[in-house]
């Protein structure tokens, strides 16, 4: 069993930066997948950054590519996210979620999920 929760959300304008972290329970965090996924009001929740087991690998949805770096601390037990140049259209709930697959995967079958933190990007 893991338990993820996330922090960093807030208010930013436009083309702020803000960083996300995601603190998870258990002494096995280097054996997971990791990844943030969002959800704005009124529609699905999306892929948006995953990182292999060891950090070696990772993957962007197209619309943060150059914008969002993800990265973990296995010694911390930790994932982050780094927004920076956000945009309005990435105000939504951010959620991190775990999975012991190998593979990085963009669908919504994840093992585990946090509670979710709220970013808000004013124009």
């Known amino acids: 069993q893991v338990q993820l929760v996330e922090s960093g959300g807030g208010l930013v304008q436009a083309g702020g930066s803000l960083r996300l972290s995601c603190a998870a329970s258990?002494?096995?965090?280097?054996?997971?997948?990791m990844g943030w996924f969002r959800q704005a009001p009124g529609k699905e929740r999306e892929f948006v950054a995953g990182?292999?087991?060891?950090?070696?690998?990772?993957y962007y949805v197209d619309s943060v590519k150059g914008r969002f770096t993800i990265s973990r601390d296995n010694a911390k037990n930790t994932v982050y996210l780094q927004m920076n140049g956000l945009k309005p259209e990435d105000t939504a709930v951010y959620y991190c979620?775990?999975?012991?697959?190998?593979?990085?995967?963009?669908?919504?079958?994840?093992?585990?999920w946090g509670q979710g933190t709220q970013v808000t990007v004013s124009s």
């Open positions: 990182i292999s087991r060891s950090g070696g690998n990772t």
């Open positions: 979620a775990a999975d012991q697959s190998w593979v990085i995967t963009t669908t919504l079958r994840w093992e585990y």
């Open positions: 258990g002494r096995t965090f280097s054996r997971y997948t």
